[in-house]
C-alpha cells in the first residue's frame, strides 16, 4: 500500500500499519472528510485484508491456519483438532490489525477478556478493520467482533457470526 504514495519518504516498514496510515494522512494534510482520505483508506484496509490472508491464510478448515492463530495468541498447546482450534480462537478477542502488525513490529497480541474491552481499545487507537472487504477469507471472518456496539453482541441469544458469515454491526476489530 504505502509503496503507492513515494512522496512519503518517511515510512517505517517496522512501526505500526495503522500509524503509519495516520502519519500518512498528515502527510498530505488530508481532512477526515477529503475524499482523497476516503480513497486511501479504502485502500490500505484492502491492503490490510489481503495481508491478513497472506499471513494467515483464507482456509476456514486449515488446521494448520487455526494453529497458527492459536500460537500467536498464546494458545498453548495449540489443539490439535480443527474443532477445538476454532472454539479456542472464536473466544479470543483480538484486534485483528494487531494480528497483521505482529509480523512487523514483534509485538505481542493482546488478547482481551471481553468484546467490550476489545471495543475500548479500538477505538482508542483508531485500529479499524474492514467488517466488509472483498478479500476477507473464511479464516478471518471468524474473527470479526462488533466494535461500535459490542452491546449489541449479547441480545437476542447470542453472536451468529460464529459460522463465519460476518454478521453483525460496525466494523470488525
Known sequence: FFAQYPQ??????LAPTTKEFYRLCDFF?????????????????????QEFNDIYGTDADS????????????????PAKLKQCRAAVKRAHVNIVDLVDTQRTCEQVKVFQSELELSIYTKNTGKYFPRENA?????????????????????????????????????GG
Request: include cysteine; hydrophobic fraction near 30%; glycine fraction near 16%.
Open 8 to 13: 512519503f519518504p518517511s515510512y517505517d516498514p
Open 29 to 49: 494534510g488530508w481532512e477526515r472528510d477529503d475524499d482523497a482520505k476516503q480513497e486511501a483508506r479504502e485502500l490500505f484496509q484492502s491492503a490490510l485484508t
Open 135 to 171: 478479500y476477507a477469507g473464511g479464516l478471518l471472518r471468524y474473527l470479526l467482533r462488533r466494535i461500535i456496539n459490542p452491546e449489541l453482541a449479547g441480545r437476542g441469544g447470542g453472536s451468529r457470526r460464529g459460522r463465519g458469515r460476518g454478521h453483525g454491526n460496525g466494523r
Open 63 to 78: 488446521l494448520s491456519s487455526w494453529q497458527t492463530l492459536c500460537r500467536i495468541l498464546e494458545i498453548n498447546p495449540a
